[in-house]
């Protein structure tokens, strides 16, 4: 699951490149769509295979307060000591 900033990125570029591709068309008569395709990798880029191919150790969670580290050297989470997932 993408993480929240970088969903709300990758919105954000959608959302301003079409009203870009919209004010094109209506000025220049002409519709851009190469202001849109670039943006299409990212929305069916899979979050975990991605972070798995750039060599990024998965994020390990803690199920009781939601504790989130990529470190390798944390085995329990430094809040309450349970055992990260």
């Given at each position: 699951?993408?993480?929240r900033?970088?969903?709300?990125?990758?919105?954000?570029?959608?959302?301003?490149?079409?009203?870009?591709?919209?004010?094109?068309?209506?000025?220049?008569?002409?519709?851009?769509?190469?202001?849109?395709?670039?943006?299409?990798?990212?929305?069916?880029?899979?979050?975990?295979?991605?972070?798995?191919?750039?060599?990024?150790?998965?994020?390990?969670?803690?199920?009781?307060?939601?504790?989130?580290?990529?470190?390798?050297?944390?085995?329990y989470?430094?809040?309450?000591?349970?055992?990260?997932?």
């Amino acid at each position: 699951m993408p993480s929240r900033s970088r969903l709300l990125t990758a919105a954000a570029g959608l959302l301003v490149s079409l009203l870009v591709s919209v004010a094109a068309y209506v000025y220049f008569d002409t519709l851009l769509l190469f202001l849109f395709l670039p943006f299409v990798p990212f929305l069916f880029r899979g979050g975990d295979e991605a972070e798995s191919e750039r060599g990024e150790p998965p994020v390990r969670t803690c199920p009781e307060c939601g504790y989130r580290t990529r470190a390798t050297d944390h085995e329990y989470c430094p809040r309450d000591g349970t055992r990260l997932e």
